[in-house]
């Protein structure tokens, strides 16, 4: 029924954002699938349904909606995400859609590689990256470790955390993420060295990303060896 993706954006931070994609079916049409995770999203302006209803797939209702622009469109709530799907004509596509949201899959139900084949698969290096160390963690011990300072101020002393109230703290708890440590050329290259100066080699070479459960990797910091150890955030 699916032929290709011709067209995706997305936005947001890693656990809201709103995916926007336009596939090709295999008799030409294009359908239009639009994701977020939460509520259905609050639109400006007034509503251009012409004709609405509403049917049930399993317990989970689906209201469709035939606009004027020429599109119908199915909306739901489902797993705690909000989905859109729409075909260009009227009501009569509403079974069609039906039939590809029964398709839907949470990313969460499909197969997660182990944290070292993830972090094994990152290409965030303009040359090459190797990986230093991967680790499965969760959202809650990533937010920890963010939240958390390596190296007091001073003695008696506060010390400032990494961040002050991690974005990981918007993901569910026991959502996996992997942690990966890659070493490789990370910053931008320096020109030749001049007259009688020595060569001194580019001090980005380490970087940490993170891979929540939308596979998309998230740079939490580059830097130098010397100055970022390899710290497990934990399970």
């Not at 990986?131 to 920890?144: D, G, Q, R």
């Not at 060295?193 to 459960?213: E, N, W």
């Not at 830097?223 to 710290?231: Q, R």
């Amino acid at each position: 029924m699916l032929l290709c993706l011709r067209n995706a954006t997305s936005g947001g931070s890693a656990y809201d954002s709103g995916y926007d994609d336009v596939i090709q079916l295999l008799d030409g049409r294009d359908l239009h699938v639009y994701e977020r995770r939460g509520a259905k999203p609050i639109k400006a302006g007034a509503v251009q349904a012409l004709r609405s209803g509403a049917r049930k797939i399993g317990t989970e209702t689906w209201t469709w909606s035939v606009l004027e622009n020429g599109a119908t469109v199915i909306d739901a709530v489902t797993r705690g995400v909000y989905v859109e799907l729409d075909l260009r004509g009227d009501e009569t596509q509403v079974d069609t859609l039906l039939e590809l949201a029964k398709l839907l899959r949470s990313v969460e139900s499909i197969p997660r590689p182990v944290a070292a084949e993830i972090c094994g698969a990152l290409r965030l290096s303009a040359t090459t990256n190797t990986v230093l160390a991967s680790f499965a963690s969760s959202a809650k011990s990533v937010a920890i470790w963010q939240e958390t300072p390596e190296i007091p101020d001073g003695p008696g002393a506060t010390a400032s955390p990494h961040v002050i109230g991690s974005a990981w703290r918007a993901h569910p708890p026991d959502e996996p993420v992997a942690v990966c440590y890659l070493e490789g050329s990370f910053g931008a290259p320096g020109g030749p060295p001049g007259a009688g100066s020595t060569y001194v080699p580019q001090v980005d070479d380490r970087l940490v990303a993170l891979v929540g459960v939308d596979r998309r990797p998230i740079v939490w910091t580059i830097g130098n060896h010397a100055s970022m150890k390899v710290t497990n955030p934990g399970p």
